[in-house]
């Protein structure tokens, strides 16, 4: 009988622990939860779109500026450097190119008399100077050439037949297959990229190129100082078809139909006059800080929440890049500051990945993926925002093999933040998406990737634009998702029937 007694006095105090450390969690918790702050959240964003940071170029000063900026707070709040030689930083070198001013963009109309009416377009709303584009100008007859794309493995090549030495080329972004969740479309995947298919253009003798882009910056353009680039919206391209007898949709949506190219000779003739500076002698980096893990085993595991600190810098007028993506970054701090007072021990460790380069060609990624600080297998996840401060709801995307992950994100929600919510499953594969995130990097590296966003946006979005200014951002969504992401990851840190593959 004494025995009896004995141990039902040892498992009633060991059941008074259990409720006595599960109310001790909840309360620190719920502390920091409390902590994170639209206000505070607020102050981080004006400075990161402030003039000291001029739009955070990769590879400019004022870069390595914001990326000093953020290490500093990390190190404010004793998260620990996880960079090259004790310090927060992985660095690499990027030459860059500054865009002195604004340039111009011209149609020129042969008159019968022998005089030329021209037309000028304005800044920034139907063109933007190319932010790689070598310096000078170029008056010549406009080619339009498709995709860009000379693809012999595929059977496709829009310059097939088509002399553009010393001319103009015109051409659209992406290449003529269009699903990028068919696994054909990764034969694809490299003509997608800009720097591709500007070298493309200087291959075949091209001295202009005109990029349908919607007349937005676009600094992830290779660089090369023998052809002068500018981005075009509607109205000039609309200008350029005039009397034609056809339209670029028209020609895009036969190319996609048949997987022939429809390039011609356009007979506009066009004026592209750039000022740009080339420093070849830019660098930049990655900046990492990490909560080690307190178990012995799992703190050799890792979650990977990061998001791009660069923004596409100054062409002709700042673009500050507050949604794009001062949001993501500032959504990690606020969370990341949490989980470093909270006084909650995790058992695996979290990282804070600071990427420097997604706006130039996802470089930051590139540089982690190649020289990763963990092994990928003893990799949890890499969750990436990008763009996530304009909307009323939430989403959270995770590769169909490891969906369990979503339900961390779904209670912390359910339990906390109470926003709709939208989540999704999607067969992994190489890539979950068109080439142009950080996530699809290490998703095509083999790491499970995941993704936070917004959804409902109601404010206008100003995508690689003068207008992306703090003002442009929903900061109270923000704020509840850094509330998301801190009780998610603080969850999945000690979750110790997680597997890292």
Same mark, same amino acid.
């Given at each position: 009988?004494?025995?009896?007694k ?23 918790l ?9 206000e ?9 779109c402030?003039?000291?940071? @001029? ?7 004022? %870069? ?9 707070? +990390?190190?404010?709040w ?6 090259e030689n004790g ?8 030459? /860059? ?19 030329v ?9 139907? /063109? %933007? ?6 310096n ?7 080619v ?9 493995? +595929?059977?496709?090549?829009? /310059? ?12 659209n ?9 068919n696994?054909?479309?990764k034969k694809?995947? &490299?003509?997608? %990229?800009?720097? %591709?298919? +500007?070298?493309?253009?200087?291959r ?33 391209? $609309?200008d ?7 339209? @670029?949709?028209e +020609? ?7 997987f022939k190219? $429809? ?25 990492? &800080?990490?909560i ?20 596409? &810098?100054?062409? &002709? ?12 970054i ?7 500051? $949490?989980?470093?007072q ?5 058992k ?5 990945l ?11 990624s ?20 990008d763009?996530?401060? @304009? ?7 995770a590769?169909?093999t ?5 339900t961390?994100?779904?209670?912390? @929600?359910?339990? /906390? ?13 190489e890539f ?30 100003y ?5 992306d ?10 704020e ?9 990851l ?12």
């Open positions: 009988m004494k025995l009896i004995y141990l039902f006095v040892v498992l009633l105090l060991s059941a008074s622990q259990v409720i006595l450390s599960q109310d001790d969690f909840e309360t620190k719920l502390s920091q939860f409390h902590s994170i702050t639209s505070e959240m607020m102050i981080w964003v004006n400075k990161l402030s003039p000291e940071f @001029n739009g955070r170029l990769t590879g400019t000063s004022e %870069y390595l500026a914001s990326a000093e900026w953020v290490a500093g707070k +990390l190190k404010e004793d998260i620990k450097p996880a960079g310090s927060y930083f992985q660095w690499f070198n990027f030459p /860059y190119t500054d865009v002195n001013d604004i340039g111009s963009l011209t149609l020129n109309l042969p008159q019968t008399d022998g005089s009416i021209r037309k000028n377009y304005t800044f920034p709303d139907e /063109y %933007y100077p190319g932010m790689n584009s070598g000078g100008e170029i008056t010549a007859e406009v339009f050439v498709g995709y860009g794309v000379s693809a012999p493995e +595929l059977n496709y090549d829009d /310059y097939k037949g088509m002399d553009v030495k010393g001319k103009i080329v015109l051409m972004r992406d290449v003529p297959y269009t699903d990028p969740r696994p054909e479309y694809w995947v &490299g003509y997608c %990229y800009h720097q %591709y298919k +500007l070298q493309n253009a200087v075949h003798g091209a001295a202009g190129m005109l990029y349908i882009d919607g007349a937005s910056a676009n600094p992830n353009i290779s660089y090369d100082p023998s052809i002068i680039v500018c981005g075009i919206g509607p109205q000039p391209l $609309a350029i078809f005039a009397g034609l007898k056809t339209t @670029n949709k +020609l895009l949506d036969k190319i996609i139909k048949t190219p $429809a390039s011609f000779n356009t007979g506009k003739s066009i004026t592209i006059k750039a000022n740009t500076t080339r420093h070849p002698e830019g660098k930049a980096c990655n900046v990492i &800080g990490i080690e893990g307190s178990d012995p085993v799992l703190k050799n595991e890792v979650i990977i929440i990061g998001g791009h600190l660069d923004a596409v &810098g100054k062409a &002709g007028k700042v673009v500050n890049g507050a949604l794009d993506n001062a949001s993501g500032v959504d990690i701090m606020g969370s990341a500051k $949490a989980m470093a909270s006084g909650i021990q995790l695996r460790s979290v990282m804070f600071f990427l420097g380069g997604e706006e130039i060609g996802l470089l930051g590139k540089v982690y993926t190649e020289k990763p600080l963990f092994a990928k297998e003893k990799t949890i996840t890499f969750i990436n925002l763009m996530v401060g @304009n909307g009323t709801g939430l989403s959270v995307s590769g169909s490891y969906k369990e992950l979503l961390f994100f779904e209670q912390a @929600n359910t339990k /906390y933040i109470h926003r709709t919510m939208r989540t999704s499953a999607p067969v992994p594969g979950y998406g068109r080439p142009r995130s950080d996530g699809v990097v290490f998703s095509m590296a083999g790491y499970r990737t995941m993704s936070i966003g917004t959804t409902d946006g109601y404010k206008k979005v995508y690689h634009l003068p207008g200014d703090p003002d442009a951002i929903t900061i109270d969504i923000m509840d998702v850094a509330k998301m992401i801190y009780v998610a603080t969850n999945i840190a000690n979750d110790p029937s997680l597997n890292s593959r």
